[in-house]
T-cell receptor, first 115, second 115 residues
Framework: DQQVKQNSPSLSVQEGRISILNCDYTNSMFDYFLWYKKYPAEGPTFLISISSIKDKNEDGRFTVFLNKSAKHLSLHIVPSQPGDSAVYFC??????????????FGKGMKLTVNP | ETGVTQTPRHLVMGMTNKKSLKCEQHLGHNAMYWYKQSAKKPLELMFVYSLEERVENNSVPSRFSPECPNSSHLFLHLHTLQPEDSALYLC??????????????FGPGTRLTVL
């Protein structure tokens, strides 16, 4: 069963507008969430994260919102730029248990920002 | 070299071949991971090594055999693979056990094709 879901496989937006990428999860024990960005032929790179004790984290053009009651998080990119075109992965992690942090990933969503 | 490197970047092999994927991290991390990325599927965690000990093996077939000789190097030995094993294999590393540091750093991946 997929614990982290990115239900929309793709999104296309105009340069300068807002991009909103959504992610849903099923495991209420997840307490940390991350977004990764992946360009073709490259590994995923970390973008932004949020702890479950927060509902918002902002870093420049990127803001992640967390709604724990709905088990939903979203990544907002504003203004969107053509260089943001990539596949975005949502990932979650259960509470730290003294072992390695095991990320659970969604399928990814392809964002295309048109000039 | 910096970050996480993987070799080879591309590999084509027959089902009877034996090959190995190599990963090296230059970040001083103490945990390393193998992930498999297949088309239209979430990133699948295969193996986790923490302090050179295998701590996770996610029901991966025995035709995949990991090896972690030290904290900087990780191998994935491949033997009698199937065409459905064709995928992008990603290596990642992290600094384990620090509590609150959950970011994993990924290598560029090895694109494996099994004929």
């Amino acid at each position: 069963d997929q614990q982290v879901k990115q239900n929309s496989p793709s999104l296309s937006v105009q340069e300068g507008r807002i991009s909103i990428l959504n992610c849903d999860y099923t495991n209420s024990m997840f307490d940390y969430f991350l977004w990764y960005k992946k360009y073709p032929a490259e590994g995923p790179t970390f973008l932004i994260s949020i702890s479950s004790i927060k509902d918002k984290n902002e870093d420049g053009r990127f803001t992640v919102f967390l709604n724990k009651s709905a088990k939903h998080l979203s990544l907002h990119i504003v203004p969107s730029q053509p260089g943001d075109s990539a596949v975005y992965f949502c990932a979650a992690i259960p509470p730290f248990k003294g072992g390695s942090e095991k990320l659970v990933f969604g399928k990814g969503m392809k964002l295309t920002v048109n000039p | 070299e910096t970050g996480v490197t993987q070799t080879p970047r591309h590999l084509v092999m027959g089902m009877t071949n034996k090959k190995s994927l190599k990963c090296e991290q230059h970040l001083g991390h103490n945990a390393m991971y193998w992930y498999k990325q297949s088309a239209k599927k979430p990133l699948e965690l295969m193996f986790v090594y923490s302090l050179e000990e295998r701590v996770e093996n996610n029901s991966v077939p025995s035709r995949f055999s990991p090896e972690c000789p030290n904290s900087s190097h990780l191998f994935l030995h491949l033997h009698t693979l199937q065409p459905e094993d064709s995928a992008l294999y990603l290596c990642a590393s992290s600094q384990d056990g620090q509590g609150g540091i959950y970011e994993q750093f990924f290598g560029p991946g090895t694109r494996l094709t099994v004929l």
